[in-house]
């Protein structure tokens, strides 16, 4: 039945997008006979987390291979799918595009590096690993470098920069289910765990790998069909993504014209921002450029050193399957990283532009309380119209409104009927389950595999080894759910702060042993220690403490001051000791090598 | 096994002259481009501010086009000399 399945995966998945296109028609039938909003919001939440569930208990397994690395094989193109959707965060899909809306050009930042980083995976990580044949990253850094300490070491930087990454995403899909099934935040938390963690468990790799790719179908969809529909409704045709340029100038004209950057807040509302940076307004000085520049650095390293994302890699048939799924994966993340700029345009432009029904700036304050949309987000302090100078008038700095509202309000704004609200919910849904199935998963397999197996207890059985990778994951989600539950951070320094940490700690020890076979134990150990140690002083230096940015680097950027430290570390220390002995060298040049068997035996 | 070390040493160096052109093209538009971007704003691409369209959908797609290139080059090398995986692999 197994070997069936991998054949027939695109009519399993063909059928499935064709079922999930019918859903939402259906729904959209459903909603013209009259039945509540409420309703429908419940069905589509509901409805693909059942489909994800029955795809996590048919994927269950008892093999180890099956659960650390869906049994390496699955093939790139799907692995692609699967990497996208595990890439793509709540942040992602929720923030991304209001992040452009506030942030304009310098928020895109996160676009180019979010991307850019796969150039790294695919040149320095992906083919390497995949042929070295470990379960999990510290898996590599354990067996690369020889001995339990800098395994340990490797499974601290990746719990620590992996956890910071998955409480946000439980914040994420507790804030959905919450909003879609009308429960607490305190709840929803916990119901988006057990949704993530049905597909997980019993499964572990194998079923996590064949939900992502359901939750990517399901989240390309909820976000592309939206803005499609918003642009062809404005007359920008049914390719926003090449056609917004006009709109790109036209938004530049309406925010000369209303004084964007120019008139700033005079009050403050928690966890809301007013428009103040222009769309296109690249910094013309050194240090707007080295900000930019040390961002787009820091993501990308942070992206070719994060253990969830390098673990999907492990699971392909061949080396030559994880080059090109490394291909696959950028395509299918660029789809919706190409059409977040053209929402934030479309956003800002419906607000904007006076000549348009729904331009709201330059209006009665009167008239703007009274739409429909301006209630109802204002209802849940998603926003805020406030006449700070009394004028009667709305301008740009007296409209306060959350980054996510970008996303999650764009159809209300445009008009567009609630089938495509209760879509866009379901779509967010499956973005922060699917990255969160993901961290959880790294998570819990380093504990299981590396910490329990590798260090405690070498001589366990294959059943007790899946029974505690099971019974970790569960207390590391309940742990997540936990800590989101306690909203201690805003989902997106959160986000960029796993980047730094991950970079900091295992970038340069991950790189070297694959491509300076001088590279030993001691500097690996000097490396993660250096670089992890590093980058959290500043960020508690720069964030908690109050401390002055040096050179600009705020607390996004930590992993600046992470990695060179890593580096500097790694070289002295290994040059300053034994060079490692032939057996590695011997390894390093095998993994060098995409012929012939792994380096670690398939049941290891 | 001398012929075999050099086979291996060969296709290694080749494999990092490739992995530096990659690297190069990809600190171009991963940094350079941006470093410009408001002197390339004065040019316009589809309609686009070129600076703004660099960030938001340039790199991104020259960064797709590198890495299915560079997964065909590596292929390339590989069968050269003589050690891809067999075909079958794959599967």
Same mark, same amino acid.
């Given at each position: 039945?197994?070997?069936?399945?991998?054949?027939?995966?695109?009519?399993?998945?063909?059928?499935?997008?064709?079922?999930?296109?019918?859903?939402?028609?259906?729904?959209?039938?459903?909603?013209?006979?009259?039945?509540?909003?409420?309703?429908?919001?419940?069905?589509?939440?509901?409805?693909?987390?059942?489909?994800?569930?029955?795809?996590?208990?048919?994927?269950?397994?008892?093999?180890?291979?099956?659960?650390?690395?869906?049994?390496?094989?699955?093939?790139?193109?799907?692995?692609?799918?699967?990497?996208?959707?595990?890439?793509?965060?709540?942040?992602?899909?929720?923030?991304?595009?209001?992040?452009?809306?506030?942030?304009?050009?310098?928020?895109?930042?996160?676009?180019?590096?979010?991307?850019?980083?796969?150039?790294?995976?695919?040149?320095?990580?992906?083919?390497?690993?995949?042929?070295?044949?470990?379960?999990?990253?510290?898996?590599?850094?354990?067996?690369?470098?020889?001995?339990?300490?800098?395994?340990?070491?490797?499974?601290?930087?990746?719990?620590?920069?992996?956890?910071?990454?998955?409480?946000?995403?439980?914040?994420?899909?507790?804030?959905?289910?919450?909003?879609?099934?009308?429960?607490?935040?305190?709840?929803?938390?916990?119901?988006?765990?057990?949704?993530?963690?049905?597909?997980?468990?019993?499964?572990?790799?194998?079923?996590?790998?064949?939900?992502?790719?359901?939750?990517?179908?399901?989240?390309?969809?909820?976000?592309?069909?939206?803005?499609?529909?918003?642009?062809?409704?404005?007359?920008?045709?049914?390719?926003?993504?090449?056609?917004?340029?006009?709109?790109?100038?036209?938004?530049?004209?309406?925010?000369?014209?209303?004084?964007?950057?120019?008139?700033?807040?005079?009050?403050?509302?928690?966890?809301?921002?007013?428009?103040?940076?222009?769309?296109?307004?690249?910094?013309?000085?050194?240090?707007?450029?080295?900000?930019?520049?040390?961002?787009?650095?820091?993501?990308?390293?942070?992206?070719?050193?994060?253990?969830?994302?390098?673990?999907?890699?492990?699971?392909?048939?061949?080396?030559?399957?994880?080059?090109?799924?490394?291909?696959?994966?950028?395509?299918?993340?660029?789809?919706?990283?190409?059409?977040?700029?053209?929402?934030?345009?479309?956003?800002?432009?419906?607000?904007?532009?006076?000549?348009?029904?729904?331009?709201?700036?330059?209006?009665?304050?009167?008239?703007?309380?009274?739409?429909?949309?301006?209630?109802?987000?204002?209802?849940?302090?998603?926003?805020?119209?406030?006449?700070?100078?009394?004028?009667?008038?709305?301008?740009?700095?007296?409209?306060?409104?959350?980054?996510?509202?970008?996303?999650?309000?764009?159809?209300?704004?445009?008009?567009?009927?609630?089938?495509?609200?209760?879509?866009?919910?379901?779509?967010?849904?499956?973005?922060?389950?699917?990255?969160?199935?993901?961290?959880?998963?790294?998570?819990?397999?380093?504990?299981?595999?590396?910490?329990?197996?590798?260090?405690?207890?070498?001589?366990?059985?294959?059943?007790?080894?899946?029974?505690?990778?099971?019974?970790?994951?569960?207390?590391?989600?309940?742990?997540?759910?936990?800590?989101?539950?306690?909203?201690?951070?805003?989902?997106?320094?959160?986000?960029?702060?796993?980047?730094?940490?991950?970079?900091?700690?295992?970038?340069?020890?991950?790189?070297?042993?694959?491509?300076?076979?001088?590279?030993?134990?001691?500097?690996?150990?000097?490396?993660?220690?250096?670089?992890?140690?590093?980058?959290?002083?500043?960020?508690?230096?720069?964030?908690?403490?109050?401390?002055?940015?040096?050179?600009?680097?705020?607390?996004?950027?930590?992993?600046?001051?992470?990695?060179?430290?890593?580096?500097?570390?790694?070289?002295?220390?290994?040059?300053?000791?034994?060079?490692?002995?032939?057996?590695?060298?011997?390894?390093?040049?095998?993994?060098?090598?995409?012929?012939?068997?792994?380096?670690?035996?398939?049941?290891? | 096994?001398?012929?075999?070390?050099?086979?291996?040493?060969?296709?290694?160096?080749?494999?990092?002259? +490739?992995?530096?052109?990659?690297?190069?093209?990809?600190?171009? !538009? *991963? &940094? =350079? @481009?941006?470093? $410009?971007?408001?002197?390339?704003?004065?040019?316009?691409?589809?309609?686009?501010? +070129?600076?703004?369209?660099?960030?938001?959908?340039?790199?991104? !797609? *020259? &960064? =797709? @086009?590198?890495? $299915?290139?560079?997964?065909?080059?590596?292929?390339?090398?590989?069968?050269?000399?003589?050690?891809?995986?067999?075909?079958?692999?794959?599967?």
């Amino acid at each position: 039945m197994k070997g069936d399945f991998i054949q027939n995966l695109g009519k399993i998945y063909g059928l499935y997008t064709g079922g999930f296109l019918l859903f939402i028609i259906l729904m959209a039938i459903l909603e013209q006979a009259g039945v509540s909003p409420d309703t429908i919001g419940y069905l589509f939440v509901g409805f693909t987390i059942g489909i994800y569930a029955l795809i996590g208990v048919l994927s269950r397994t008892m093999a180890t291979d099956q659960y650390y690395v869906a049994g390496r094989q699955v093939p790139a193109l799907y692995n692609g799918m699967a990497t996208a959707a595990d890439w793509m965060s709540g942040a992602s899909f929720v923030a991304m595009a209001g992040g452009i809306y506030f942030g304009g050009y310098g928020y895109m930042a996160f676009l180019v590096g979010w991307t850019g980083g796969y150039v790294l995976v695919a040149s320095l990580m992906a083919p390497y690993l995949r042929k070295f044949g470990c379960y999990t990253v510290p898996d590599f850094i354990g067996t690369r470098y020889g001995g339990n300490f800098a395994r340990l070491c490797a499974v601290i930087v990746l719990v620590v920069a992996s956890f910071t990454y998955v409480t946000a995403q439980i914040n994420a899909t507790g804030t959905v289910a919450a909003r879609a099934l009308q429960i607490p935040f305190g709840v929803g938390v916990w119901f988006g765990l057990a949704g993530i963690l049905v597909c997980s468990m019993l499964g572990g790799m194998r079923a996590v790998t064949w939900t992502q790719v359901a939750q990517y179908i399901v989240l390309i969809i909820a976000y592309v069909v939206p803005v499609v529909w918003m642009s062809n409704k404005s007359g920008f045709g049914l390719i926003p993504q090449l056609s917004y340029g006009d709109a790109v100038q036209r938004v530049q004209e309406l925010e000369a014209l209303h004084q964007v950057g120019v008139l700033k807040p005079t009050e403050t509302f928690a966890g809301l921002s007013a428009l103040v940076n222009p769309i296109n307004a690249p910094g013309e000085t050194f240090m707007d450029k080295w900000k930019f520049a040390t961002l787009v650095l820091c993501m990308m390293c942070g992206t070719a050193s994060l253990p969830h994302v390098l673990m999907r890699y492990f699971t392909t048939p061949s080396v030559r399957a994880a080059r090109i799924s490394v291909g696959w994966s950028i395509l299918f993340i660029f789809f919706l990283y190409f059409t977040a700029p053209a929402l934030a345009t479309f956003t800002k432009l419906s607000l904007l532009d006076p000549n348009l029904a729904t331009g709201i700036i330059g209006k009665s304050i009167t008239e703007v309380n009274a739409l429909e949309w301006i209630q109802k987000w204002a209802a849940v302090d998603f926003l805020q119209v406030s006449d700070s100078n009394g004028d009667g008038i709305l301008q740009i700095n007296e409209l306060f409104m959350r980054s996510g509202i970008v996303v999650l309000a764009t159809p209300e704004i445009a008009g567009l009927p609630y089938v495509i609200s209760g879509l866009v919910a379901a779509g967010g849904m499956a973005a922060a389950m699917s990255t969160a199935d993901g961290l959880l998963l790294a998570i819990a397999n380093a504990l299981s595999h590396d910490l329990y197996y590798k260090i405690i207890d070498p001589q366990a059985e294959t059943k007790t080894r899946l029974i505690v990778a099971r019974i970790l994951l569960l207390g590391v989600g309940a742990a997540g759910a936990f800590v989101a539950s306690l909203k201690l951070t805003s989902i997106l320094g959160a986000v960029a702060w796993a980047f730094d940490f991950a970079c900091s700690g295992l970038f340069f020890p991950l790189v070297l042993g694959i491509w300076w076979k001088r590279a030993n134990r001691q500097g690996a150990i000097a490396g993660m220690i250096g670089g992890f140690v590093s980058g959290s002083a500043y960020l508690y230096y720069v964030h908690f403490a109050g401390g002055e940015p040096w050179m600009g680097i705020d607390h996004l950027r930590f992993g600046i001051i992470g990695m060179p430290v890593s580096l500097i570390a790694m070289i002295v220390v290994s040059l300053m000791t034994e060079e490692p002995d032939e057996e590695t060298q011997a390894m390093v040049d095998a993994v060098r090598t995409p012929r012939g068997g792994t380096v670690l035996a398939s049941n290891h | 096994m001398a012929t075999a070390d050099s086979n291996h040493e060969a296709h290694w160096q080749r494999t990092k002259g +490739l992995t530096i052109t990659v690297l190069v093209i990809w600190f171009i !538009f *991963a &940094f =350079v @481009v941006h470093w $410009f971007a408001p002197q390339l704003n004065e040019f316009s691409i589809l309609g686009f501010p +070129l600076g703004f369209y660099m960030a938001g959908q340039g790199s991104l !797609f *020259a &960064f =797709v @086009v590198i890495i $299915f290139w560079f997964a065909r080059a590596q292929n390339r090398i590989d069968e050269e000399f003589g050690v891809a995986e067999d075909a079958d692999d794959d599967e």
